[in-house]
């Protein structure tokens, strides 16, 4: 199984041999975005799957609000520029869930607790979130994931 990582950096390789300079400086960039939070701390560590996904929902995050910003300033050109490079760094991310399926994997969580006994009530948000989190990490916004879990406990 191949690291997120390592797919970046087999993907520089292939975007230079294809002659693909937008995605072969967007690559270059996000891998040095990792490196340097690799070596920030006091001790270098490896980042893992979830905290480099996590790192490319801020990138492309970034991208698409100076896109916004280039677009209301009239520079359509550099806006398509950020919005290319957004548009990259997504292929990257696991594919979004939708509402739907988040508030199934919510419901899931709740009936899988009440099945173990448990009564459930708002005091119970860290015991549904939990495995939640886990299934959705990366693939939907968590403050969205909470609204739902409040819901229904609520």
Known sequence: ???????????????????NKVALTTVRNVLGEIT???KSGKTPVELDDAQVTSLLQKEAAKRRDTARIYTEAGESDRAAAEVA?????EAYLPKALTREEVEAIVDEAVAALKADGQELSMRSIGAVMKPVTAKVAGRFDGKTVSEIVRGRLG
């Open 1 to 19: 199984m191949v690291t997120l990582k390592e797919r970046l950096k087999a993907d520089v390789v292939d975007h230079m041999k294809a002659g």
């Open 85 to 89: 490079e957004a548009e990259i760094i």
């Open 36 to 38: 340097t939070r690799e």
